[in-house]
């Protein structure tokens, strides 16, 4: 298995540009999450869904944009980068329901928009 | 709004010596109590975790001690190794997502090194 992967590893946006984060995983985990990490601060959720058609709102999902149309994929879209949106950006899944349902994370993308 | 307060933001322990990371949380709605380790360049993974009926759970090295009461958790690493430096981050979960899905909240992180 290779858990949860993410594309691109790195990249560099000017203000106003779109751009599409790539997330799959392969365990069959029908929960998956976008969250964003800042500097010295922990992880907030962006966005999650709870499988295959259906997302909703995390704590932050101004700007962002999800579609969720197999179990595996779950693309995190920004419309009008903006230099707010400079983070990095983990996906993760998990398979079990509640709160003892352990997240898997991906490796994350690391995104500058200048 | 931070709803998981997570100190020191950077620790520095001796080989062989004891890490502690302390956390405080304000939700009493809160019913699972993560914690994550992080290395340069990698996601979080589960390190341990605990739930709110128990006051304290063990797994080799490290320990994770509760206080429901006070509202805190702490995280203790025995025999600190250099291996152990990366940052860790405490996490309250609970279920409040639409389909049973569970929302963490995140600690600041603390960022551990072990020196030799």
């Known amino acids: 298995n290779a858990g949860v992967t993410q594309t691109p590893k790195f990249r560099i946006l000017k203000i106003g540009q779109s751009m599409t984060l790539q997330c799959t995983q392969d365990m069959n985990h029908n929960y998956m999450y976008w969250y964003r990490q800042d500097p010295g601060m922990g992880l907030k959720l962006i966005y999650y869904s709870v499988g295959a058609g259906i997302t909703d709102k995390g704590e932050v999902p101004n700007g962002y944009n999800v579609s969720r149309s197999t179990t595996e994929d779950f693309p995190l879209r920004l419309e009008l980068a903006a230099p707010s949106q400079t983070s990095v950006y983990f996906c993760?899944?998990?398979?079990?329901?509640?709160?003892?349902?352990?997240?898997?994370f991906g490796p994350g993308t690391r995104l500058t928009v200048t | 709004q931070q709803q998981v307060k997570q100190s020191p933001q950077s620790l520095i322990v001796q080989k062989g010596g004891i890490s502690i990371i302390n956390c405080a949380y304000e939700?009493?709605?809160?019913?699972?109590f993560p914690w994550y380790q992080q290395f340069p360049g990698k996601g979080p993974a589960l390190l341990i975790a605990?739930?709110?009926?128990?006051s304290e759970k063990k797994e080799g090295r490290f320990t994770i001690s509760f206080n429901k009461s006070a509202k805190q958790f702490s995280l203790h690493i025995m025999d600190s190794q250099p291996g152990d430096s990366a940052t860790y981050f405490c996490a309250a979960s609970m279920e409040v997502l639409t389909g049973g899905g569970n929302k963490l909240t995140f600690g600041t992180g603390t960022q551990l090194k072990v020196e030799l």
């Open positions: 605990i739930r709110p009926d128990v």
């Open positions: 993760a899944s998990s398979y079990r329901p509640g709160p003892t349902g352990e997240q898997y």
């Open positions: 939700n009493t709605a809160f019913d699972y």
